[in-house]
């Protein structure tokens, strides 16, 4: 049976918007590694990409507490 995951961003597992931690539960791997991937995808492409990058999945990503249905 397939259920469908939405990511949202997580406040237990959060440097600055809770992005990393959130991918890193949904691709059921340590936030750590998630985070190293991102630095050196940034330092490959650009702080320009991977900053940009970074931003759009913030915004796109709803809030943890919304998703519970917190107000």
């Known amino acids: ?3 469908s995951r939405k990511l949202s ?3 237990e597992d959060c ?3 809770g992005v990393c931690g959130e991918m890193a539960q949904y691709f059921e ?3 750590s590694m998630i985070r190293i ?3 050196i995808f ?3 492409t650009g ?3 991977g900053g940009l990058l970074y931003l ?3 915004i796109l990503m709803q809030d943890e507490s919304s998703k519970a249905g917190y107000a």
């Open 56 to 58: 759009v999945l913030a």
């Open 42 to 44: 940034t330092l490959l």
């Open 15 to 17: 440097m600055i918007a």
């Open 47 to 49: 702080i320009w990409v």
């Open 29 to 31: 791997v340590k936030s």
């Open 1 to 3: 049976m397939y259920h």
């Open 37 to 39: 991937a991102f630095v």
């Open 9 to 11: 961003r997580s406040h």
